[in-house]
Every structure is written in structure tokens, then in C-alpha cells.
T-cell receptor
Framework: GESVGLHLPTLSVQEGDNSIINCAYSNSASDYFIWYKQESGKGPQFIIDIRSNMDKRQGQRVTVLLNKTVKHLSLQIAATQPGDSAVYFCAENMRTNAGKSTFGDGTTLTVKP | DSGVTQTPKHLITATGQRVTLRCSPRSGDLSVYWYQQSLDQGLQFLIQYYNGEERAKGNILERFSAQQFPDLHSELNLSSLELGDSALYFC????????????FGSGTRLTVV
């Protein structure tokens, strides 16, 4: 139940498995990246961020990896739970660009019990 | 509750009409961002205000306008509405002029009939 490298619009995993959600960003000048989670009927919710001077950052059950060489970002969710079912978006920023975030295409994660 | 309040939650209106969407940012946040989310285009940046002044503009139609008031709440005005304007409109706020992650409201679902 995981994918590496390729952005998929949907991802289905078994409860308890690890999930990897991928994102390709567009601007090599982007220097700050964010992952958001959007549950049905709600606005996107900040999960974790990473600056371009880092290649990995860990949160609670989540890890973000950044590969600037290929302009790729991934979100790893450990021990995926049904409550993790949502649409996940990556966003890229340039801190010189007045804070405007450019959002990638979302990935819908479905967790099967 | 994210702290960002959007009203109304739902709006149904006819083509050609004008509507106003309202957003109150999280307490202490000076920046307000408006995004449009449609099924086929993901989250599209419309406009940003920082402490009452327009800071950045995205692909916002001329029929759309926004402002941020001295109390920092913001309004997005949509006029001469078309069927294609049907979408979710999200407001987000951040404490910096340059975003380090947004707090989103729950959105206003606009349906143009």
C-alpha cells in the first residue's frame, strides 16, 4: 500500500500499513514546502512543513522528505489509521513571493480497516 | 475550530448575481488569503491581503474583488456570476506577511444556478 516517486491521485492502504504520498513541485526557486490534509467538508489543515535547507523532517507519525534535485516531496504516514483518510496536498512557497502558496494536485488516501 | 471563520457556509444564487463572502482571520493573524477550490482545478490562489493592503494577486477574475478592513476581516465580492464560478471558496490566515503555513477556514460553498 505505498507508492514511491510517482504522484497518484488516489492511494488505498490497509490500516496499520505505512503510506507514502508523493508530490512533484514546479519551481526550483521554492524554498518552503507544506503538507496539508483536507477531510471531507472541511478546509485544508496544516500537517508539517520543511524548508529547502533540509531534506527530512519528522513529526508525530509523519515524515516529510525533500529532494531538491528532482523537485520532489513526499509525505510518509506511519501506521496509517482510518482517521488519516483524506485528501493530501503539498504546497510550495517562495518566501520572496509575499506568502502565496501554490498547491499541487491532491492525493486521496483511503484507509481500509 | 481552526479560528478562521467564514460565512456563509453555503450560498445558492442565480447567474448574473453578486455575492459577498466574509472571512474573519485567526486572532493575531495579519494576512488573509483567498483560494478557490473546484473539482477540476484544485486550490487556486486568488488574492492576499496583509494588514489591510493587497499583497499578492493570483488568477483572480476582474469580476471578483476583495478587501481587508481595519479590524482585519476580509470580504470577497463575486459579481456577474457564471455557472463556472460554482466552487468552494476558502479563506486562510497567517501571522506573517510571508506565509509559513496557513490556517484555513471551513469554506463557503457557492452554487450558481
Amino acid at each position: 500500500g505505498e507508492s514511491v516517486g510517482l504522484h497518484l491521485p488516489t492511494l488505498s492502504v490497509q490500516e496499520g500499513d505505512n503510506s507514502i504520498i508523493n508530490c512533484a513541485y514546479s519551481n526550483s526557486a521554492s524554498d518552503y514546502f507544506i503538507w496539508y490534509k483536507q477531510e471531507s467538508g472541511k478546509g485544508p489543515q496544516f500537517i508539517i512543513d520543511i524548508r529547502s535547507n533540509m531534506d527530512k523532517r519528522q513529526g508525530q507519525r509523519v515524515t516529510v522528505l525533500l529532494n531538491k534535485t528532482v523537485k520532489h516531496l513526499s509525505l510518509q504516514i506511519a501506521a496509517t489509521q482510518p482517521g488519516d483518510s483524506a485528501v493530501y496536498f503539498c504546497a510550495e512557497n517562495m518566501r520572496t513571493n509575499a506568502g502565496k502558496s501554490t498547491f499541487g494536485d491532491g492525493t486521496t488516501l483511503t484507509v481500509k480497516p | 475550530d481552526s479560528g478562521v471563520t467564514q460565512t456563509p457556509k453555503h450560498l445558492i444564487t442565480a447567474t448574473g448575481q453578486r455575492v459577498t463572502l466574509r472571512c474573519s482571520p485567526r486572532s493575531g493573524d495579519l494576512s488573509v488569503y483567498w483560494y478557490q477550490q473546484s473539482l477540476d482545478q484544485g486550490l487556486q490562489f486568488l488574492i492576499q491581503y496583509y494588514n489591510g493592503e493587497e499583497r499578492a494577486k493570483g488568477n483572480i477574475l476582474e469580476r471578483f474583488s476583495a478587501q481587508q478592513f481595519p479590524d482585519l476581516h476580509s470580504e470577497l465580492n463575486l459579481s456577474s456570476l457564471e455557472l463556472g464560478d460554482s466552487a468552494l471558496y476558502f479563506c486562510a490566515s497567517s501571522s506573517h506577511g510571508i506565509s509559513y503555513g496557513y490556517t484555513f477556514g471551513s469554506g463557503t460553498r457557492l452554487t450558481v444556478v
